[in-house]
């Protein structure tokens, strides 16, 4: 039994081997890019959408509100596609495991891994868009510059645990399912690959809201003196500060 595709190897060649991690990323990308352009392809201005126009939209404005709860009305609207395509990826793929001989690439720790790194990532890249080199790194001499080696732990403590949760919870679902249909009727392995799917997709919105609070944080760093410059930059030159 297989517990992770990273132990599923569909091809080797030398020292290169191919695995069921590496194959099944490659398709869902693949599927996700196509679901994409079916749905966009007949997109004309003013003309009625179509059905999967329309489920696109409503899968946009839905990520796009979580969005906007988390970040504020005016802030994260440039996340949007990020998170948006994280949620998407996970959710989809641990769908998916209701297809026979389906394997989620979730359930492997080093695509868990590289979607946590990628957040991780996302953080200082937003955040010092939004608010420079210098309003962003001010976070971490707050309130004092021995603290930065804290803050910089704690931004590594949680990406590994966004790695860590998400693999668990996908790898311990397959493999108690899997463990069900060895030892049990149908009914029982049924109820639970269904229990399983709900899971998935909690995990995904999970994976997803933590990114973006931890993107919304990056993109509030930044320093008083900067804050009040920018609100001084937008006050009418000799009117009060306030519209």
């Given at each position: ?172 679902g397959s493999?108690?399912v899997a ?21 998935g997709l ?42």
């Amino acid at each position: 039994m297989e517990i992770t595709p990273d132990h599923l190897v569909l091809l080797r060649w030398g020292l290169f081997n191919l695995n069921a991690t590496i194959v099944y990323t490659w398709a869902l990308m693949l599927l996700l890019a196509a679901a994409a352009w079916l749905g966009t392809r007949h997109i004309r201005p003013g003309a009625p959408g179509g059905r999967w126009q329309n489920v696109l939209e409503a899968v946009v404005l839905t990520i796009r509100g979580q969005v906007r709860e988390i970040s504020g009305q005016d802030n994260g609207a440039e996340c949007i596609p990020f998170v948006g395509t994280l949620f998407l990826f996970i959710a989809v793929s641990n769908t998916l495991e209701v297809v026979p001989g389906w394997h989620p690439p979730t359930g492997s720790l080093s695509t868990t891994t590289a979607l946590a790194v990628c957040v991780a990532v996302s953080v200082p890249i937003f955040g010092i868009r939004r608010s420079g080199l210098k309003g962003y790194l001010h976070h971490y001499l707050t309130p004092n510059f021995l603290l930065a080696p804290i803050h910089l732990m704690s931004e590594f403590t949680r990406t590994v645990a966004l790695a860590a949760r998400l693999f668990g919870n996908i790898m311990s679902g397959s493999l108690l399912v899997a463990l069900l249909l060895s030892i049990t009727p149908f009914f029982v392995p049924v109820t639970m690959q269904v229990l399983g799917l709900l899971i998935g997709l909690i995990q995904a919105y999970i994976f997803s809201i933590l990114a973006m609070v931890y993107i919304a944080a990056g993109l509030r760093r930044q320093s008083g003196p900067e804050v009040a410059a920018n609100d001084a930059d937008r006050t009418p030159s000799g009117g009060p500060a306030h519209g």
